[in-house]
């Protein structure tokens, strides 16, 4: 099956979907959605929770192949269906001071914390309260060019998180937040080439799991040496 998105010319070809699973957290009303694939494998020691954008969903992720890939290669991967996205099955609003609570309780239901956390635009609303108040939940941190990045300059250079930072070349925003995060300790940058502001989509995609298996495969000798 070809499945064309509109918004920004999106090809995909995976013909398998990932059912949705749901889960009732005390947070929001709405039952949550999510997409779950791989049991971890020969790859264990890390796991992949994939957050999307305010005009995507998990459903994102399953059309590009990336929860295929994740779970081809080993990984246990969740990609949830934020709240107050237009098109989420997660329905409801959170207040942003409520959205880093959301996803610690999410995470403890579905025990996937820590985890390499990935970060595009509306998501980092989501991701930077949990980032500032439970840093432990991150194994590691994928942003791409994610919206209220609130931690100053000084609070990112205290972080000790591994750091992936992408964004596409045609986004000015994603390269601007992307020089900011960098205060990172130990973080690289990769822009993608002819790449918007959702990077990991056309051009970018192959490029995109590339850099991710390669970070991820990066940890998992960490993690393997360290025990």
């Known amino acids: 099956m070809i499945l064309l998105l509109p918004i920004w010319g999106v090809l995909a070809t995976n013909s398998q979907e990932t059912p949705t699973q749901t889960i009732t957290l005390p947070d929001i009303k709405s039952e949550v959605h999510y997409r779950e694939v791989g049991e971890g494998g020969n790859n ?23 929860l295929k890939l994740l779970a081809d290669t080993g990984y246990r991967a ?10 989420s099955k997660t329905k409801g609003y959170l207040p942003n001071n409520k959205r880093g609570n959301f996803l610690k309780s999410f995470m403890d239901a579905v025990e996937l914390a820590p985890s390499v956390i990935v970060v595009p ?10 980032l ?31 750091t992936l930072i992408i964004y596409g070349t045609k986004d000015t925003y994603g390269a601007r ?17 002819g790449a918007g502001h959702p990077a990991y989509l056309q051009p970018g995609t192959q490029e995109f799991h590339e ?11 960490a993690y393997s040496s360290a025990q």
């Open 177 to 193: 937040i992307s020089g900011k995060l960098q205060n990172i300790p130990g973080s690289t940058i990769h822009k993608l080439e």
């Open 211 to 221: 850099l991710l298996l390669g970070f991820l495969d990066d940890l998992t000798h």
């Open 121 to 130: 635009s509306m998501s980092g609303s989501f991701a930077f309260p949990l």
């Open 44 to 66: 264990t020691a890390v796991s992949v929770f994939l957050l999307h954008g305010a005009a995507f969903t998990s459903e994102t992720w399953e059309e590009i192949g990336t």
């Open 78 to 87: 969740i990609a949830i269906d934020l709240p107050g996205a237009a098109n």
């Open 132 to 162: 500032r108040d439970h840093p432990e939940y991150f194994q590691g941190f994928v942003p791409i060019a994610p919206v209220s990045a609130s931690l100053s300059a000084a609070e990112l250079a205290e972080l000790d998180i591994p």
